[in-house]
């Protein structure tokens, strides 16, 4: 079965430091990957994605993810947080067999000042 | 730029009572979602639509229905409300070429 896992519940990083949120997949056929940011109270908004090409895929707000295929992962990075990226964060991952997205359970970013 | 709005950011609706929930968008896509978000559980599609009048179960279909006449609007039905129902709702589109989802604000749906 296709899935996605989100081993950590809530990201802890302090202002201007790197921060890392993890996501390993599990799918038949290519993967396309995906992650989305909620704000409270609001919709989630779409991030980056990686279909092909470069690994090393770059997104929206300074955000990038690197896509590893040996270790069936694609974890979301800012060499510099800021309060603001305070949030929760998805990873989602496409059916192969169908337009449907599949989601974590997604991680809370928490970033102190 | 890309919109996607729902009727209602907040619903307070009784044990029994039919709701709907309507999702419109602007951006002619063909394929429109329902999501349901629960803390811990993610999102977990409900239904799907790949056209007009064209709809197909998700993960749990279960309790809802969905209606989907003219392309920009896709409508949630839940039939007779139940305290479990009690969530946020999303809804999503996308164009027909592209991979990525738009969401709408979402509704917070309380079932007393």
């Known amino acids: 079965a296709q899935s996605v896992a989100q081993p950590e519940d809530q990201v802890n990083v302090a202002e201007g430091n790197p921060l890392t949120v993890k996501c390993t997949y599990s799918v038949s056929g290519n993967p396309y990957l995906f992650w989305y940011v909620q704000y409270p109270n609001r919709g989630l908004q779409f991030l980056l994605k990686?279909?092909?090409?470069?690994?090393l895929v770059k997104g929206s707000y300074g955000f990038e993810a690197e896509f590893n295929k040996s270790q069936t992962s694609f974890h979301l990075k800012k060499p510099s947080a800021l309060v603001s990226d305070s949030a929760l964060y998805f990873c989602?991952?496409?059916?192969?067999?169908?337009?449907?997205?599949?989601f974590g359970s997604g991680t809370r970013l928490l970033v102190r000042p | 730029d890309v919109k996607v709005t729902q009727s209602s950011r907040y619903l307070v609706k009784r044990t029994g009572e039919k709701v709907f929930l309507e999702c419109v968008q602007d951006?002619?896509?063909?394929?429109m979602f329902w999501y349901r978000q629960d803390p811990g559980l993610g999102l977990r599609l409900i239904y799907f639509s790949y056209d007009v009048k064209m709809k197909e179960k998700g993960d749990i279909p279960e309790g809802y229905s969905v209606s989907r006449e003219k392309k920009e609007r896709f409508s949630l039905i839940l039939e007779s409300a139940s305290t479990n129902q009690t969530s946020m709702y999303l809804c999503a589109s996308r164009h027909r070429d592209t991979y990525e989802q738009y969401f709408g604000p979402g509704t917070r749906l309380t079932v007393t």
């Open positions: 990686y279909i092909t090409g470069d690994n």
């Open positions: 989602a991952v496409r059916d192969s067999s169908s337009y449907k997205l599949i």
């Open positions: 951006m002619d896509h063909e394929n």
